[in-house]
């Protein structure tokens, strides 16, 4: 009797686990939100002629889907998501430098801890990319370029940037 006791007691823990995943399973995401199906939290990030706009600026950490949609008529555009403090480093102004100079550079190689990238999106085109973002704080920013010769137009320069605030998961 003893030791059916002590099982039960051992797997009281586990049991009132299950009762609370089922219950939050049975609960209907909130628009933008985590969903309960994957576990992925989704933002849409609207791209327009040297402006971000995204749904959603606070999310928890996590795997995250980027929802890309470039609403210019006839610009192309970027994603890059990585470290905020990025954009204050050397390296990271010297990338913009050779861009704006009509020289090839290569982000991941100016830019530490990149967490992501579309691609270069086309003029009323989008794309979707995952990453997995630990807690901190992140720009999404557009370092495409324009122009012809050696002086080019980098969007960032333009102001094509946002943050992004991480919260740990609760």
């Known amino acids: 009797m003893l030791r059916r006791i002590r ?6 823990p586990l049991v009132l686990t299950l009762v609370v995943v089922q219950s939050l399973a049975d609960v209907p995401p909130s628009a933008g939100a985590q969903s ?4 992925v939290t989704v933002i849409h990030a609207y791209m327009s002629d040297y402006d971000f706009v995204l749904d959603r600026t606070i999310i928890p950490a996590g795997r ?3 929802e890309v949609l470039n609403i210019s008529n006839e610009t192309r555009h970027e994603v890059w998501i990585y470290p905020i ?20 550079a290569d982000e991941r190689d100016f830019v ?11 003029a ?8 997995v973002f630990p807690p901190g704080l992140y720009e999404v920013g557009c370092l495409a370029r324009d122009g012809d010769g050696d002086e080019r137009l980098v969007h960032h ?4 940037f946002a943050a992004l605030a991480v919260r740990p998961s609760m």
């Open 85 to 104: 403090e990025q954009r204050d480093t050397a390296r990271f102004h010297e990338m913009l430098h050779l861009k704006r100079t009509g020289q090839r």
């Open 7 to 12: 099982v039960a007691v051992a797997l009281l």
């Open 112 to 122: 530490d801890g990149v967490l992501g990238s579309s691609g270069e999106v086309q």
């Open 157 to 160: 320069d333009r102001g094509m």
């Open 64 to 66: 995250v889907r980027f």
């Open 124 to 131: 009323g085109e989008a794309a979707t990319f995952e990453a």
């Open 36 to 39: 309960s199906d994957d576990d």
